[in-house]
């Protein structure tokens, strides 16, 4: 900004000088030249006695000459002082008010000029308003956005994520796996006996106990996993960047936490686990890998429940709506 200032100052004054010497240039030194001609060529040939009021004449001729151009010399003077003042203005504001004090042409100009910067000024101001208030009500309305986005993708009775924000999570690891050959893999777990605490302890004691397991599941999980409710007693979780082997420790670890933990009715809650990887069980597909997570829980349903269970490939796959739990 005060690059900008000395620039224009610079230019101002630049252009005073300019027109000051195109005015010695264009005026004084003709004027001297013509003098000296006058003086040197011609009046030696004239008669001093003959010719004196000839003399006297081109004399006063040549003092009006001098005082007229004088005059203009002023009046260019004061132009290129407006000129060299108003490139300064944007430093100086007190000398631009003393020019928009003038009552002459300089004056009437600097005060018209005065007048639509001052417009232009109350307009900039109304646009930065204007636009303050814009940008304000943007962030309101990407707040908006971002809390029905929250709210679209979790789950009322535990507050994780639901399975639609699963599967879109779930498909851009697929994708990730696909392009870069990164391990992903997928947890499914299906509480046992919780059809039985829902029915005889109620629905209240039903919703806290599932309450309790996303919560455990929450503190001993690492942040970048995604862990939803997947629906009913059945939750979900994504591990990033985990091998099937790692995808094994970490679902047994839950399981014996579940297993250990006092819930407040009283009863053991246990959970059996499905386990499938990528790249190791399936090709990158999304239903795929969902596939596979389910057929190794139902095998470990089949085995006798509170046990893990990882995907093979002798696995019968079956549709999880044709398939019967052993709850």
């Known amino acids: 900004m005060i690059a900008g200032k000395a620039e224009v100052a610079f230019a101002g004054h630049r252009i005073r000088r300019k027109i000051l010497l195109s005015l010695v240039l264009g005026s004084a030194i003709p004027l001297l030249v013509l003098t000296y001609a006058l003086y040197a060529q011609i009046v030696p040939l004239l008669h001093p006695v003959d010719h004196r009021l000839l003399i006297v004449g081109l004399q006063v001729l040549i003092i009006l000459v001098g005082l007229v151009?004088?005059?203009?010399?002023?009046?260019?003077?004061?132009?290129?002082?407006?000129v060299a003042r108003m490139a300064e203005f944007i430093?100086?504001?007190?000398?631009?008010?003393?020019?928009?004090?003038?009552?002459?042409?300089?004056?009437?100009?600097?005060?018209?000029?005065?007048?639509m910067l001052t417009t232009i000024e109350a307009q900039a101001a109304e646009i930065n308003s204007?636009?303050?208030?814009?940008?304000?009500?943007?962030?309101?309305?990407?707040?908006s956005n971002s809390r029905l986005k929250e709210f679209s993708f979790k789950d009322d009775v535990t507050g994780l994520y639901n399975r639609r924000f699963f599967l879109v999570r779930l498909e851009e690891e697929v994708n990730r796996c696909r392009r870069f050959n990164h391990p992903v893999s997928v947890v499914l777990l299906d509480l046992d006996g919780y059809k039985v605490?829902?029915?005889?302890?109620?629905?209240a004691a039903g919703d806290e106990t599932l309450r309790q397991v996303a919560q455990l599941l929450l503190k001993h999980s690492r942040g970048i996993n995604v862990i939803c409710r997947y629906g009913g007693d059945e939750f979900a979780v994504l591990l990033v960047e985990t091998s099937k082997g790692?995808?094994?420790?970490?679902?047994?670890?839950?399981?014996?936490?579940?297993?250990?933990?006092?819930?407040?009715?009283?009863?053991?809650?246990?959970?059996?686990?499905?386990?499938?990887?990528?790249?190791?069980?399936?090709?990158?597909?999304?239903?795929?890998?969902?596939?596979?997570?389910?057929?190794?829980?139902?095998?470990?349903?089949?085995?006798?429940?509170?046990?893990v269970e990882g995907y093979e490939a002798h696995f019968e796959h079956k549709a999880p709506e044709s398939r019967e739990r052993v709850y």
């Not at 009046?75 to 002082?81: A, L």
């Not at 605490?197 to 629905?203: A, R, S, V, W």
């Open 130 to 143: 204007f636009a303050a208030r814009l940008d304000h009500a943007y962030k309101e309305l990407e707040a």
């Open 69 to 82: 151009m004088a005059a203009g010399g002023y009046v260019i003077w004061d132009v290129t002082t407006a």
């Open 246 to 307: 790692g995808a094994r420790l970490y679902a047994d670890r839950i399981r014996q936490v579940l297993a250990t933990h006092p819930f407040p009715h009283g009863r053991q809650v246990t959970a059996s686990f499905g386990v499938a990887s990528l790249p190791e069980d399936v090709t990158p597909v999304t239903e795929d890998l969902i596939g596979a997570a389910d057929d190794a829980l139902y095998a470990a349903k089949r085995g006798g429940k509170n046990r």
């Open 197 to 203: 605490i829902n029915d005889e302890l109620g629905h």
């Open 91 to 115: 430093s100086t504001s007190k000398q631009f008010e003393a020019l928009n004090g003038r009552r002459d042409e300089i004056g009437v100009l600097m005060s018209s000029f005065s007048r």
